[in-house]
């Protein structure tokens, strides 16, 4: 990873395309206008709709408990008082970096003098023969595609959710509230094995099935496929499971092939340096961004697919690139999410490998903490229904404590 010198601060005559009309670019433009610029921002999306928020998607929006248009982020009054140009329903296809120049869809170009990349990720599919009849929860559209799906099913309808992770977790919690029979189908021993480890996932085990929610672990899929209006999922090892509908909640995959020429560097994202610059007038933030984030442990390269990240890295780049100074605060990755009736949350971006031990609550209270740690040093934290606890360990990551010292401070007991 290169490291890029900012040449010089922004300016009222600069102006700013950013790429990517979701939350990263969206908090984008909001915070270059707080920082103080003047000069003019376009931002570019290719869906129909003004940026929006995600997590709602897959909780109270598929619950029914809000509609989609709830989640909008960029009201009309926001672009206003904003001063931004919005150019919805067209998609980036190339980036001259020499030029700042994005080529879009239609056939015409945008030359900033700076250009972020916002775009995202997209929801990954698996393969299967009826990958393009599948559903993902992603976008919007992906909801109005699933909902009308849903309409033609009756109540205790099986719905086969494949991954256990967080969005497959939520999409079975909402689809159960609604009286649909969900199967989640998890590759994994347990769920969120490969996000969580070991400890933190057998202490989430057993949360789907309080929940009313079935869930089969070690499924090895073979396919899916559509016969005679119901889907067929077949493993390798077990008999075939009919579904009236089918959720894939695999993870996610970073939108960069519009920059395939670029001469960007692209590695699992957009390659970029510690204050999020890519080159020398171009920038990556929010899921898009493989960022270098320096820690107790040195400096790693990660791509995080966190709300809270987007918001963080919108507000760094704003004030790199509107003041020429990094903000002195650490980032420490947050995340949520809700499901079989819990919320869970997490600090920091420990590893598979940390030990994890519960310093708060237990499984029996089906409330807890726990922290994690490397080489005898807190490396993140998660909880289960205990918000206040978690907030009140931050500090602990901030100032990169030794397991040993957070045990006698033990924040969380305040
Ligand atoms: C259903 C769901 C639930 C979630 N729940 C949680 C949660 O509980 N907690 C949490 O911390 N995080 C959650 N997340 C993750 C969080 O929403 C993301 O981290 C966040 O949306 C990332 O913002 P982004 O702007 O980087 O990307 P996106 O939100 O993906 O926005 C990128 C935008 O760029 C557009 N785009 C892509 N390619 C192009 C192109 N070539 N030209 C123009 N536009 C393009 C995309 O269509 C999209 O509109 C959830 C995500 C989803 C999908």
């Known amino acids: 990873m290169a490291r890029h010198v900012l040449v010089k601060n922004l300016t009222a005559s600069d102006h700013v395309v950013v790429v990517g009309a979701g939350l990263a670019g969206w908090r984008f433009v909001e915070a270059l206008r707080r920082e103080g610029f003047l000069g003019k921002v376009t931002l570019i ?5 003004a940026p929006y928020d995600r997590p709602p998607l897959s909780k109270s929006v598929l619950v029914g408990k809000w509609g989609a248009e709830k989640t909008t982020l960029a009201t009309p009054e926001h672009l ?6 919005l150019r919805l329903g067209v998609a980036a ?13 239609d056939g015409s ?15 990954r599919l698996l393969g299967y023969s009826a990958d393009s009849l599948l559903h993902t929860i992603r976008s919007r559209d992906d909801l109005e595609r699933l909902e009308t799906a849903l309409a033609d099913l009756g109540e205790g309808s099986t719905i086969a959710v494949i991954g256990g992770g967080f969005i497959g977790a939520e999409a079975a919690t909402a689809l159960r509230t609604r009286g649909f029979e969900p199967i989640v189908l998890e590759v994994a021993q347990r769920p969120l ?16 099935a309080q929940a009313g929610v079935e869930l089969r672990t070690s499924q090895r899929i073979e396919d899916v496929k559509f016969v005679e209006g119901d889907y067929v999922v077949s493993f390798e090892d077990d008999v075939d499971l009919l579904a009236r ?19 960007l560097e692209i590695d699992n994202g957009v390659v970029v340096d510690e204050n999020l610059l890519a080159a020398s007038r171009v920038a990556a ?17 990660v791509r995080i697919e966190h709300w809270q990240v987007s918001n963080d890295h919108a507000a760094h780049l704003a004030r790199v690139l509107v003041t020429g100074e990094a903000p002195s605060a650490p980032l420490i990755p947050y995340f949520w999410s809700d499901q079989y009736g819990k919320k869970i949350q997490m600090l920091g971006h420990p590893r598979v490998s940390d030990r994890a031990e519960i310093v708060n609550g237990s499984v029996e209270e089906g409330k807890w903490m726990a922290l994690y740690s490397r080489d005898g040093v807190v490396s ?17 990551l901030e100032e990169r404590t030794s397991l040993e010292d957070a045990l006698v401070r033990a924040p969380w007991r305040a």
């Open 380 to 396: 993140g934290a998660v909880s289960l229904s205990q918000p206040r606890a978690l907030m009140l360990t931050k500090a602990l």
């Open 285 to 301: 933030i929010g899921d898009v961004a493989r960022f270098a984030w320096p820690n107790v442990f040195g400096s790693e390269q």
């Open 45 to 49: 999306g290719d869906e129909r709709h």
């Open 193 to 208: 094995l490969g996000v969580l480890g070991a400890e933190v996932s057998l202490w989430l085990e057993g949360l789907a």
């Open 93 to 105: 296809t190339g980036l001259d970096v020499a030029a700042t120049t994005v080529h879009l869809s």
């Open 80 to 85: 206003d008082q904003n001063d931004v140009t």
């Open 245 to 263: 509908a089918v959720i894939v909640g695999a993870g996610a995959i970073p939108n960069v092939e519009w920059l395939a020429t670029s001469g």
């Open 109 to 123: 170009s945008i030359q900033g003098s700076w250009v972020v990349v916002a775009t995202g990720s997209r929801a």
